[in-house]
Structure formats: structure tokens, C-alpha cells
């Protein structure tokens, strides 16, 4: 056995005073505590689709059509006879309820190249473009169309006859839906809602432009400020609240116009 002289005794006996230090300034787990879990994070929607279920649960409490007001049942029939809406062509499409992109996938979606050029291909080999190859081939268009900040109830007729026009006045106001006070010039592709609501439309279409970007959603100047407008002048209501909470807790952002 080797005896250790005074010095390197006092030298070891720092190192194990210095080691015990450290043990006690960071202790071990116990095997036996619980350790903390991160928390889960949100996942968006992945596709128009899944949206569109999600959609249901958010307005399960609060079934109303976004531009007419009409009240829908949970197997989204419309009821038209308390909101005065008359189907401009009466079918299938005017007794049920679709969901609306409030911002058109046209107007996200027409500039990119998967609208434009045949980048996708069928299983029968026959390329095509479009929404439908966006879809398939484009992660960011697929996030955008399955947004539920851009999603709304509303009649099937005036969804399609919505199309993807632009928000605007409408010369005349001509009526062809009773009493919902919703109007469409074709040959101007433009629509003109009730005053109630553009600053629903502003929200919606000023929240997609500063989520995505001006590439994705291209908006001009103009459009810009008179969204901005439209915000201030028609303030959110208690429901936009609720319903950007429950999306919120879904895709795990707020619409900050709400929050301003």
C-alpha cells in the first residue's frame, strides 16, 4: 500500500469536498418522482377536409349562415323561413350549408405555379393544374385552404354564385335573394355584403395577408387601407371572440386584429 504524503492528501481531499458540492447543487432525479412532460403542440388542420370537420365543433353552439343570417340544423339544412332568404334558383345548393373561404382559394392559389402550369400528373399519367394540383403539391396553399380563420357557414347557392370575387359595392343593390342582403354583379365580379360584417371580411382578409405574406396572399395598397377601414368602423363582436378562442385551441394562433 501506498501512503499519500500531507500535500497530496489535502489535494484529494479538496476534490472530493468540491465533487460533493457539485452532487449537492444538482441533484439526481428520483427514480421514483414523475418527471414534467413537455406540452403537446397544436397541429393545424392538414387539409380542406379535415377543416371542415373541425369546423362543425367550432360552430356547434352558434349554426348561422355568414352572409344571411339563416339558422342550420346539425345536419346543416338551412332554415330559411326566420332570416328571409329566397333562393335566386332553388336546388340542392339552397338548402344546405357549404363553408366558405372568405379570402377565395383563387386569390391565394391563381398566382402559383401549380394553378398555372400541369405539374401534377393522374394515375393515368394526363398532367393538370389548379386547385386540385395545389393540393397535391404545394404545402403552404394546403395550410391556407384548410386556415379555419378564413372559414364560415354559409348557404351553398351563395357560395357558388360568391365565386371568387372581390369584395365591393354593388351598383344598385339588386335583391335576388329575398331579404339577405347580399348582392352580385357578375360581369364586375364583385359582391357587396351587409355593412355588418366587413369588418368580419377586413379580419379575415387582413390576418391571411400578415400570416402567409404578400406573396402569398397579394394585396394591394388600396385594398389594404380600405380593409383596415372596414376593421375599425365594425368592431368585433362577442361570437368573433369565442369562435377565434376555439380556433385558437385548435391551431394554436389568435387572429391579432381581435387582440389589438
Known sequence: ?????GASSRRVACCIALLMACARAHPEPSRSAPQAKPA????????????????LSIYADHRSTFYCGCEYTAEKL????????????????SSRVEWEHIVP??????????????????SKGKQFKGR???????????????????LAPEIGELNADRSHFVFGEVEGEPRAYGG???????KAKTVEPTAALRGDIARAYLYMHRAYGQDALPLSAPDVAR?????????????????????????GMHNPLLHE
Open 180 to 186: 339577405c342582403d347580399f348582392e352580385v354583379d357578375r
Open 105 to 122: 382559394a383563387f386569390a391565394f392559389g391563381a398566382h402559383r405555379p401549380c394553378w398555372t402550369e400541369k405539374l401534377c400528373r393522374d
Open 40 to 55: 403537446a403542440s397544436l397541429v393545424p388542420p392538414s387539409s380542406f377536409g379535415q377543416a371542415k370537420k373541425l369546423a
Open 227 to 251: 380593409f383596415e377601414r372596414w376593421h375599425r368602423a365594425d368592431p368585433a363582436t362577442p361570437w368573433e371572440r369565442i369562435r377565434d378562442a376555439r380556433i385558437a385551441k385548435i391551431q
Open 132 to 150: 386540385s394540383c395545389c393540393r397535391r403539391s404545394d404545402t403552404e396553399f394546403r395550410r391556407m385552404e384548410a386556415d379555419l380563420q378564413n
Open 78 to 93: 338551412v332554415q330559411s323561413a326566420g332570416c328571409g332568404y329566397s333562393p335566386r334558383n332553388p336546388g340542392s345548393r
Open 1 to 5: 500500500m501506498t501512503l499519500l504524503g
